[in-house]
């Protein structure tokens, strides 16, 4: 669960992976800190969100430089996003844009909007419980993740209208 | 420009589709076993910290420094001290020496029979 939450918001198995490790290692780490105000898993899925937030604003750094990776050659890191699997060359293309286009679009969001929207996209997180991860009320959730739907649709379709 | 938006929207309802139809992952067999070599590690080296920061004792420390310090003042007392008090000692001596043997009665030869 914890490795398919980080899998959620870096789109890629191998820093999923890594996340998870980090995670699991935090909670080795200040186990003692925790103050049993919530669920242990509640704990345990809030280390890992925050864990991708920092992933996903480290690479957004990253990729502040990425010309600068290309002309000395080394790849980009949108290459390693897992396209869905296809027979078809052309198919998998497009499924690769579809995702960096979509990962874009995510990115453009405000962390608490993009934490509960993924959050709902995974099965087994209930609206109470991403309440819980995110500290705040069921309500303020539905709002998050309704704001977050109206965003990520403007947001592609305004890519798709100035690709078009 | 009906066609342009139906398109549009096929898209943008295909990429949000993506997030629904992401597989769920099995993490790799080899995953356990990493993590425990890295809170293996991770403990090494929290053991090695507490041996240096938990030995550490402040107390001990300023006994310590006050035991080192003494004994470099008791060698600067000595250095300073053990030439002069050996040049007293033997001018005394050689005092003494020469009182005690020094005495006409003792002298092999008469000085004033060798002045003359």
Known sequence: MVVNTCYRFVFNREDAEDLAQEVFVEVYRSIDKFREESKLSTWIYRIAVSKSLDHLRRQKRKKRFSSLKRIIGVDDPADSIAAPDHDNPADVLADKERVAVLQEALDSLPDNQKTAFLLSKQDGY?????????QTTVP???????????????????????NN | MNRSTEQRNAEVEKTLRILDDMPRLEVHHLFRAHLMQRIDSLERTNTLAVAFAGGFNPRLAFMGLLLILNIASAMLFFLHETPQSTVGVSSGLAESLSEDYGGPALSYYDQSAADR
């Open chain 1, 140 to 162: 303020a959730v539905e709002s998050l993740i309704h704001r977050a739907k109206k965003n990520l649709q403007s947001r592609l379709e305004r890519h798709y209208r100035s």
């Open chain 1, 126 to 134: 209930s609206n109470q419980e991403i309440a819980d991860i995110l």
